[in-house]
């Protein structure tokens, strides 16, 4: 190759556009006209990469190849490897029964087809869509999920069906009560679901959030004044190709079509060591289970990122809506199924945000104080799931913590009734005639640990009373307590179920470097506390198929591509037996006491609809931890320059030596108004006497 | 009275200097020379402030009238009222065995008498304190607690010992390993708690985050660029006096010296209808429970609000360093001991943040899009107890949704060690001879709700699998779940406990007001996740105080003055009986149902020290949910006007029509560097075809 080492992608990168062309000219080649489902990265395998990491000039440089997944005519499945250096299929494998990723052409496809057969005309029309407005019926076509009438050999999608009166009005407010079948091979429906108590379509005047609707409703409010974000010196963030400095942290941010974001090699400058800590962090599942039991709503389980991918469904950013501030953007590259490229302009943005107060002490004695201001960092991306829209975010603090922040807004998934009916508390009536069925969103986060080295071990820590008694010896006052740490030495015993009564956190240790003041091993802790369990019970469909969300951690020996505890290939699984993470665990008696291994969490909400989540949510936040505990010698951030330092010697010497680095931008909101006090900068308490 | 009613105070308004003045005036006329531990509001009674909000013209002003603590010599405690408007005093009742808040300066007393202490001096000596350095130790006073020894009659504080080698040192590195224990009224040392196991002062080095130290040790990073934040337009809130309109909220901002921060009577402006949510809010009291057994370590669970009070604690805020932005701030007014006032400049800030996105969804079929982003506005208090600072924000959002938030930071209270000695689990070795203890932060958050009207039920919401088998008609796939709701009618039947695995919640509700399309009754849920249970056991002397700890919820009949959940007075109350909750909850068989209602939440964390959190602490951040649901007839926030705006209509008029309203001062990180792109706000999702 005629390119120098510089110029070269990171062995991380996700594949270039040309990359992509290469691989599908590749394969054209070989096999003529197929549906490029997916043409990705294939990830470096581990132990080339690291040994490449640990000594970038030396050791071989892990190659590049792509990973396809391709539908020939036929319906005929294959999984491909093509080498990118020297182009060459590697692989080529037939799949049995296996359905790749549905792409978002794929999905564009249906409504068309929909609106041009005959039988879901004539539902239409029963239903009370007024003949010859099939225009505006629409529908928002989900892989099929599973139905066991159909098994997995034919590749469908279910289309759930609504009404538009009028262009600019949101369909969600007029569900339609039946579900057309579509079938991708044919390009045609091959059955309707239809309730045997039929709902018709609603009367209720429309309810909307574009302008010109909130105008004909009294008009946008007008007493918001503009916040200017801005940082005239630049940013503190350095970026080279996909790599990003900050803060004592380096990352690479890879993209995926599945996971979307994908950080590597995570490492913190801990006063000139370079400290691994995660090797691979990403969203690498989640399904959304709704839980009305009536049949065909069990199939309402969308598996997001398995099923359709949070790469593919990635929004292009933009600046001053999306993303405020000083933002740094990354494009994604992906296959069309024809064997096109298609871009998604600023699918990630990367930005630093004040995060407020980052320590504080005041020394009550003399006011002797301290205090410093915190900066994160944010890589974030947005995701449209059809009606649904994901912001995940991944914060970068200062203090070696890393919060995966994930919000949910959008619009829910709606269902006809009649506006008397009873929901039986399966769902609630959202506004007159719509039925947004209760579900939950649990996601998996796949952490690949490097704390200190890859071979780490899990321990969960729950927070307990002394088991002694109350009056006894060793616990006389009652007030003994301690956490109560559990190794999980083997995948069975790693099948551990949240507590929120102990606080119950999970720790991620190098049980071969102890701290040398705690003498505990160095480690990240995982504190999350929106974990659910998943509601569908043992044996359900759910349960069956996305069998990642019946613990709250479940861990597992590394091995590569075991990246998706779903299964690879996730549309029209039937869970039986299932994919994924159950393989890896096996019988649950592999060890995974301090070795590479992956811990697998999952988390989220149930999310009960009420009135104010339509037409549109407001956004609904969740978020976790990563916390070093007994990995930083003391606290890491002690060299952040401070806003305002005084010590005791200092205010003695009548503040002679005082730093005062307090930002000269803020400034009172009324300068001349009541109440407003212009102090300056933690002089004093402010303490005075009256008399 | 001269002044025009406009002058007058708002009846929720905290007492002036000029009334703390009148209240101590009038005492001292009729009773000499005490100390004045309390002059605060005495809060107008519910039935009249309820008569006079509804009237403001032709109801009666409530009265001001001060609530009044005070000590005479020889200890003896009175609580007192005083009319304000015409000075009288219209209580004066003599406490027995009750100790009241202590102060700031009677903190600062006890230093000083330890000093010269001869008993504590040779304690020092033999602890390795060199000679004639007494002027190098410190003492961090708390109130005694309460110690079975000594009761409640006689006003004690306990002193943990400190040494700073260096002025500028920080103690909490040099602990002692004794406790004197300090009588008030004699100014004395009582007596010294020594430890069988000496544990000899630490010869380790000081460990400082002061810049000279930071400095020593490679200076403060240079590589962080300025965020401003600034409002050229000025913000989008109005203030009068306390009273604060922002975004349809209104409510008054009051600030007690327990509590800090009160707020009151909070309305929300829902289309010109202005609907009331609470009456008032606060942070009514907390506990912080060490979990070392050996004695004297029991004592250690300050009930920081009720010993020394979050008021009297707080910090004077300043510009730039506390706060960023344009802010404005609210003066606090105390009594000192001696009968003066002292103000803290800048209790109170408040402010507008950007709060990312508030709402945004995407049409997949033709990337029609709106992005609206939020605005929160926060209205904030640090307090500093002894070692730790508590920093206690009140966030409002424009969806309706409270979030109190709570960061902790400052200094763990450390006791000394024996460099190899074995904590046997209680504590953590964060620095060579410090041991940090295990404690729990537990706050408890008064609600005295008013959804709708004063007359409010509580319900229990518990996400639930339906019971119905696998298999069975009514739930044949499994993957039915609902929203179990248990109605708590009763004060006993409303003392109930967190549970992590159904996501409890608890919904307070106006069962008279049905929404008009759910059908379910008007209400806020409290959504809180960070809920550990107390750890000291039932029996144990922090059970018996801090009785509003013992479950996550409690609900009882709204009275007034039932304000504070561990009683009025709390220093060295025994817990035999337990003060307020346990009295106000009786038997447990008084309705709460659909009647003036308060309901406590206990929250916070268990706190198991590490080294990063030494020598001093990374802020950490807690935060629960007050969310409004089936309150608002749908989405209250679609009028805030959308950053980008497009309809399908517009895109098939080639955007003729699109709204954009970005932020225009936002800004490419990199303008000319690598992988920016400057894609126009919104205008398409990017995709475009390689071939
Ligand atoms: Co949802
Ligand atoms: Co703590």
Redesign the interface.
């Known amino acids: 190759m005629g390119s120098s080492v510089a110029d070269l992608p990171h062995p991380f990168d996700p594949l270039s ?1 040309a990359e ?2 290469t691989a599908i000219t590749t394969v054209k080649k070989a096999h003529g006209d197929v549906f490029f489902n997916v043409v990705a990265l294939h990830e470096p395998r581990k132990a080339e990469m690291t040994a490449w990491l640990a000594a970038p000039e030396t050791a071989p440089r892990p190659k590049r190849v792509a990973d396809l997944a391709v539908i020939a005519p036929g319906g005929k499945v294959y999984d491909a490897l093509v080498t990118l250096d020297e182009p060459k299929i590697i692989k080529w494998e037939l799949l049995d029964g296996e359905q790749p990723i549905i792409t ?1 052409e794929e ?2 496809l249906v ?1 068309h087809i929909v609106r041009s057969d005959p039988k879901v005309i004539e539902q239409c029309i029963l239903s009370g869509v007024p003949e010859g407005e099939m225009e505006k019926v ?1 529908c928002d076509p989900w892989t099929i999920g599973y139905d066991e009438r159909y098994g997995s050999s034919v590749r469908l999608q279910q289309a759930f069906m609504y009404y538009r009166p009028n ?2 009005d949101c369909q969600y407010t007029f569900p339609l009560d039946f579900c057309p079948i579509y079938a991708a091979d044919k390009k045609e429906i091959i059955a309707i679901d239809i309730p045997k108590v039929r709902r018709p379509l609603s009367k209720a005047p429309p ?1 909307n ?6 105008e004909a ?5 007008k ?15 350095q ?1 080279k ?2 790599e990003i400095e900050w ?1 004592n942290w380096k990352f690479h941010i890879g993209f995926s079509y599945r996971e979307g974001i994908v950080l590597n090699n995570i490492t913190f400058n801990d ?1 000139g060591n370079v400290r691994p800590i995660f090797f691979r962090l990403s969203l690498a599942e989640m399904v959304v ?5 009536e ?1 065909p ?2 199939r309402k ?1 969308a598996l997001d990122q398995g099923e359709y991918g949070a790469g593919y ?1 990635a ?2 950013l ?14 994604a590259h992906f296959p ?1 199924q024809a ?8 699918a990630i943005c ?5 995060s ?7 020394d ?2 003399d006011d002797s104080v ?2 410093t ?3 994160k960092l944010i890589v974030q991306q ?1 995701f ?1 799931a ?2 649904y ?1 994901y ?1 995940v975010a991944w914060v970068f ?5 890393i919060q995966p922040e994930i ?1 949910l ?3 829910l998934n709606t269902y006809a009734m009649d506006p008397e009916e009873d929901t039986h ?2 769902g ?5 005639g ?1 039925n947004a069925h ?1 579900h ?1 969103h649990l996601f998996c986060l796949r952490i690949d640990p490097n704390v200190d080295g890859p071979d780490n071990t899990v321990f969960m ?1 729950d ?4 088991e ?4 006894s010896p ?10 109560k740490r559990t190794k999980l030495a083997t995948t069975g015993e790693a099948m551990t ?7 119950r956190t999970w720790d991620i240790c190098n049980t071969s470097k102890l ?1 040398p ?4 091993p160095s480690s990240y802790k995982l504190v999350s ?5 998943l ?9 069956k198929r996305a069998a990642f969300a019946r613990h709250a951690v479940h861990v597992t020996k590394y091995r590569d591509d075991q990246l998706w505890p779903a299964g690879r290939h996730v549309p029209q699984t039937s869970g039986e037996p299932s994919k994924g993470i159950t393989e890896w665990i096996g019988d649950g008696s592999e060890s995974v006491d301090n070795t590479d291994i992956v811990l697998w969490h999952t988390f989220g ?2 999310h ?1 609809p ?10 609904e936040p969740m978020t976790l931890l990563l ?19 005084s ?3 200092q205010l ?1 010497a009548n503040g002679s030596g005082v ?1 005062d680095a ?9 300068p001349n ?19």
């Open positions: 556009l992509i062309e978002m999905l564009q409504e629409f262009i600019d309810i959030y574009h302008p010109a609707a909130v409703q009294g008009g946008h409010r007493d918001l004044t503009p916040i200017n974000v801005t940082q005239p010196e630049g940013v503190s963030f970026v190709g996909r803060q006063k289970p709704y839980g009305n039991p049949h709503h069990q389980h469904m929004n292009s933009s600046l001053g809506c999306d993303c405020k501030g000083s933002i740094h953007y990354l494009d069309t064997g096109g490229v298609r871009t998604i302009k600023n990367i930005h630093e945000e004040d407020g107060i980052l320590f504080k002490h005041t009550f004695r301290i205090v201001r915190g900066r947005i449209t059809a009606n829209e912001v603090h200062q203090d070696g913590t919000k807004t959008g619009i508390g399966w609630t009536q959202v506004y007159p719509v209760n939950q820590t927070a307990v009373p002394s002694a008694p109350v009056g060793e616990n006389f006052y009652g007030n003994g307590f301690y956490a179920q949240y507590n929120g009564a102990t606080s701290h003041y705690s003498k505990k506390r929106e974990v659910p369990g509601l569908p019970k043992e044996g359900s469909l759910v349960w909400l149930t009960f009420a009135p104010e989540d339509f037409p549109i949510m407001p956004a916390r070093p505990r007994h990995f930083f010698a003391s606290n890491p951030v002690m060299d952040v320059p401070p806003s305002y330092s010590t005791p010697s003695l730093l307090a930002d000269k931008i803020s400034k009172l909101a009324f108004g009541n109440g407003a006090n212009g102090a300056s900068c933690c002089s004093t308490n402010g303490a005075t006497n009256g008399n």
